[in-house]
């Protein structure tokens, strides 16, 4: 299961008529997220166990947060928070021998 932090968004049109958007995550969002962390869990993509997070939420809480906020004004992501793990999910086939049929046998 995956955690999804809940982001505000404000649309402000600037002088030259162009949209911006200010995306703004609280300090209460993030520790609100950290407290929902399934402990009994294994590691993510970072190799940090979510127990590590959970138990030391009170003191990460604020630097996640200029991390963050940081990052949404600039627009500039660590390159990790751009990877994904994608896994193939067969839905109504039979694998045999590495060979992926539909017939049913």
């Known amino acids: 299961m995956t955690t999804t932090l809940i982001v505000h968004t404000y649309t402000q ?7 911006s958007t200010d995306v703004i995550i609280s300090v209460n969002d993030i520790y609100d997220k950290l407290c929902q962390l399934k402990t009994g869990k294994s590691r993510g993509p970072d190799q940090l166990y979510p127990r ?7 003191v990460v809480v604020y630097p996640l947060f200029l991390i963050f906020n940081q990052s949404f004004k600039t627009g500039v992501f660590a390159y ?5 793990e994608v896994t193939a999910v067969h839905k109504k086939a039979r694998r045999l021998t590495g060979v992926i049929t539909d017939q049913l046998v």
Do not use: F, H, Q, V
Not at 13 to 19: F, L, R, V, Y
Not at 80 to 84: R, S, T
């Open 52 to 58: 590590i997070l959970y138990e030391t939420r009170d």
């Open 13 to 19: 049109i600037n002088d030259s008529g162009k949209k």
């Open 80 to 84: 990790d928070w751009k990877l994904a």
